[in-house]
């Protein structure tokens, strides 16, 4: 198996015969001098210069789990099961704590070989199996954060893929239908949505969960999320056909004038196509129908700057930051307003602090590559 990303994570890896020096048993785990263990070869060496004075029994388990991440149907994979709980009985929190860790310091690449690991090394363990799938949907929100297209289909895909292997598989975690449900209501399939959340409701052991599936599960449904037509709507403007998706969307307002999703979908279609003035009348309407969120007033606050009504975008901006200041977009476009208003040195400084929340924001490199080669 390769990596998601196409990288061959097992090129490094080498088998060898144990020497004879090393005891045949692990407590009550009898090695077998039968089969062939692997190690990994560091990075930058050739297989022809590892030397196995290095060895160690961490180096060995190290190469056995990844083994198991990539490619968990190796013929001898029970036998290194075996030998990993042998030589640590307790990796299996030891490295669900380590890769929860990771994933919130960003560092997605290991995070997800730790966690495919832990599926490979205990194939029965569906928690391991939903936090692959949580950690897939992280890095999808993290691509669409920097506007890498590829990446942010890849892991869609990637997580809707884990989720549906879930929750096709026999006793799945309750909890899966809980978070499958907010997976679903950003990717903007409320059917789906509802339905998780509906299940949870039923499942759900967690009161306050419970409590959120089942307000969450009438909100779609009251506001008539589910229906054919907004559906339609959403996917057309999604897939970037948004003539044919402002024509479902304005149709279904024609019935549903109070659901301010609907206004928000009219006003991003509109933004999109660059009807700044039409995508602010919406927005503005939407404003109207439900609670404020930073993502609406980022958006408002687009349509203001592309206006020239930059004291109106300022003061959406801010609106928007209160409500999440850590968002690296709304913090960019706080750049990009001081850009727009002559005040280079401030706009600096958002790009920067932008640059600390998100290092691979590409508006933010761009605009400190500028300023830095105007700088006299």
Known sequence: MKHIDGRDPLENILFISLPDSIEENIGDFQIDPNIMLPVEVPEGKEREEWDSSDLSWEMIVSAMLKLLAYQPEHEDSDYFRKFVFAVRPNIFVDLTNSAVIKAQDKDFDLAEEIFLALCGLDRSNKISMLNLALLYEQRWEHAKSIGNSDLIEKYNTAAEAAFRELATSENPPELLWYYMGFFHYKNGNYVQSEQNFATYAQLGTDSDKVEESERLAG??????????????????????????????????????????????????????????????????????????????????????????????SRKYLDKALILDPENMKIVSNMGILSMKSGKVDEAETFFRTALEIEPEDPVALQYIKFIEQNKS
Not at 228 to 255: C, M, P, R, S, T
Request: aromatic share 10%; proline share 1%.
């Open 219 to 312: 909100e779609i449904k009251n506001m008539n999320l589910n229906d054919v037509l907004f559906q339609e709507a959403y996917n057309l403007i999604h897939n970037g056909d948004e003539k044919q998706g402002l024509i479902k969307i304005k149709q279904f307002l024609e019935d549903n004038k109070d659901v301010w999703n609907a206004w928000f979908l009219l006003g991003w279609g509109e933004r999109k196509l660059g009807n700044y003035n039409e995508a602010k009348i919406a927005f503005l309407s939407a404003l109207d129908s439900g609670k404020p969120t930073a993502d609406l007033y980022n958006e408002l606050a687009i349509c203001e700057m592309e206006l020239l009504n930059l004291s109106e």
